[in-house]
């Protein structure tokens, strides 16, 4: 009878964030959690940049905020270039040149 979506096993919904606030005892969707950011609004990340033969970092500016494997836009601190890179971990993101 319950939707396809339920969240059966706790563990599918540790470490995660909730979308919309929820009553005690409530049931609980996977269309109503989301996965935590990595990356913060305004904190200062490694960008990587890599080709097929060498790879580069620089500091840069998270310009919003992103979860793992979501595309941002970064601020390189030395360019001054705002670029859009894929978030790979805390405080870190990736773009191909």
């Known amino acids: ?7 059966q096993d706790p563990k599918q919904a540790i470490g995660q964030k909730l979308k919309v606030s929820l ?6 969707y996977a269309q109503s ?4 950011p990595l990356v913060n ?9 890599k080709s097929q033969a060498i790879q580069i970092t620089a500091h840069g500016e998270a310009r919003n905020s992103g ?16 670029i859009q890179a894929r978030v790979l971990s805390p405080g870190v993101v990736e773009t191909e040149f």
């Open 41 to 49: 609004r305004g904190e200062r990340v490694t960008i990587m940049a």
């Open 33 to 36: 959690i989301d996965a935590p």
């Open 1 to 7: 009878m319950l939707d396809a979506g339920l969240i």
């Open 67 to 82: 979860a793992l494997g979501e595309m941002i836009r970064v601020k390189n601190l030395t360019s001054r270039r705002e």
């Open 23 to 28: 009553p005690a005892g409530a049931i609980l």
